[in-house]
């Protein structure tokens, strides 16, 4: 069984930031690429941020320069520094352990976590 706890969300102004945190049970964050998404309403879920278990990181194009993964495996976590937050950026965030595939990455667990809801409006 595994449990992902995202927290660290909120209401913020165009142009602030937030830092986002995810908890995983076990020892997934040291051994697993971990993932964070977003999904807004209406929308699909996308892939954000990656960073692997070799600590590199790739994210994707709409947050690309803004966001930033890190991760400490020692309390099994991984974290999402936000700033120059878009209205755009509005979602709901989750995390996930990621597997690399032939199609790229994909969430490794179907159990989402609760999310955290970030709200960027002035």
């Known amino acids: 069984q595994v449990q992902f706890v995202e927290s660290g969300g909120g209401l913020v102004q165009p142009g602030g930031s937030l830092r986002l945190s995810c908890s995983a049970s076990?020892?997934?964050?040291?051994?697993?690429?971990m993932g964070w998404y977003r999904q807004a309403p209406g929308k699909q879920r996308e892939l954000v941020a990656i960073?692997?278990?070799?600590?590199?990181?790739n994210y994707a194009d709409s947050v690309q320069g803004r966001f930033t993964a890190s991760r400490d495996n020692a309390k099994n976590m991984v974290y999402l520094q936000m700033n120059s937050l878009k209205p755009e950026d509005t979602a709901a965030y989750y995390c996930?352990?990621?597997?690399?595939?032939?199609?790229?990455?994909?969430?490794?667990?179907?159990?989402w976590g609760q999310g955290t809801q970030v709200t960027v409006s002035s």
């Open positions: 996930n352990a990621l597997r690399g595939t032939n199609y790229g990455w994909v969430a490794e667990y179907d159990d």
């Open positions: 960073i692997t278990n070799g600590g590199t990181t």
């Open positions: 076990g020892s997934i964050v040291s051994i697993y690429a």
